[in-house]
């Protein structure tokens, strides 16, 4: 998967990216090329994050039948968090980390 760098607006492949810093569960990189940070969009990011947990609590709740009356509904919801988290990975905005 290729990653453009803010920085240096060079084709970063995420392979080549040896330093990544975690904060909380906000990730930085350092592009290989021009050694600045960069990272998603913070909004970005919390979506993401908050799409993947809609998918294990949905699923969490289907596997133990909890309300199954309503299984279909979570199923749905869960496949549209796991939606956004996808997009967001794909096509998601990185900016530079000052
Ligand atoms: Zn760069």
């Given at each position: 998967m290729n990653v453009a760098c803010p920085n240096c607006k060079s084709k970063v492949d995420s392979k080549d990216i040896k330093n990544i810093n975690k904060k909380?569960?906000?990730i930085e990189k350092q592009c290989p090329s021009c050694r600045g940070w960069f990272g998603l969009n913070k909004t970005q990011e919390v979506l993401k994050?908050?799409?993947i947990l809609l998918l294990l609590i949905t699923s969490l709740l289907n596997i133990f039948s909890i309300n199954s009356e309503y299984s279909l509904v979570f199923s749905t919801i869960g496949f549209v968090g796991i939606f956004i988290a996808i997009i967001i990975t794909f096509f998601?905005?990185?900016?530079t980390v000052k």
């Open positions: 909380g569960i906000f994050t908050a799409g998601g905005k990185h900016e």
